[in-house]
């Protein structure tokens, strides 16, 4: 039975996936997001390792608060990276009758990838940056991978939601924002649009780790200025 490496989990969460929701926080990230408010999840070896029983056991202490829409989040982390045990997991949970989203950047690509959105109800997608430029400059990643991950989803015909951090003086202009909303529109299956506004009340997180965050200087962004951006949109 294969182990995973979980970072934390939240019993009932109301912002990742519809619902109120469990969400499971993966441990270990590839990437290095600019505005990651959990660098503490970075490491692989972190974590505390769980079967996907122990989890499920845990899990269906609150399956009577899911209620129709509701359900578990696994969320990283980047949760592709253990691909095997998230599928393993989204199994069991299905078999309670219990249903699945998974939160990603959608940077792995692969059989097991594809196995997992199998089991997959919903994918939360960060679709963080829209150029391979500042996908490497500003996520470490390749934007590319991230693009075909989500022809996957459309392919395979999983619900996505799309989500995306507004960052102040990054990529908060309005022509970087309908960018990401006509990237979204490419795909049938997108089911909603979140844009999420930056904030940074993840420097203590950095401080306490000794590492310098990339975004200390930047204001966190009022949802209401969001709002008027998002308003603005075609
Ligand atoms: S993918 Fe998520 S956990 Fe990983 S660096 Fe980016 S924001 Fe942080």
């Not at 470490?140 to 693009?147: A, D, I, L, Q, S």
Request: net charge negative.
């Amino acid at each position: 039975m294969t182990k995973g490496r979980i970072h934390s989990v939240q019993s009932l969460g109301a912002v990742d996936g519809p619902g109120l929701r469990y969400v499971i926080f993966m441990q270990g990230c590839p990437l290095r997001c600019v505005y990651c408010h959990n660098p503490d999840t970075w490491e692989f070896a972190g974590g505390q390792e769980m079967t996907a029983d122990e989890l499920v056991a845990k899990v269906v202490r609150f399956k009577t608060y899911f209620g129709k829409d509701g359900g578990v989040t696994v969320s990283g982390g980047e949760p592709l990276m253990q691909a095997e045990f998230v599928t393993e997991l989204f199994q069991k949970l299905h078999a309670q009758g219990i249903h699945t989203a998974l939160d990603t950047s959608g940077i792995l690509l692969g059989e097991k990838v594809e196995k997992l959105l199998e089991h997959t109800d919903l994918v939360l997608a960060d679709l963080k940056f829209t150029t391979a430029e500042d996908y490497q400059q500003f996520a470490k990643g390749n934007y590319g991978h991230v693009r075909q991950f989500l022809e996957l989803t459309k392919k395979m015909r999983i619900p996505i939601w799309i989500r995306h951090v507004v960052v102040p003086n990054m990529n908060d202009s309005l022509a970087s924002m309908q960018e990401v909303k006509d990237i979204a529109e490419e795909y049938p299956n997108m089911r909603k649009l979140e844009f999420l506004p930056f904030h940074n009340l993840c420097q203590e997180k950095y401080d306490t780790m000794q590492i310098p965050f990339p975004l200390e200087k930047t204001e966190s962004l009022s949802q209401e200025a969001l709002n008027e951006l998002v308003s603005q949109l075609k």
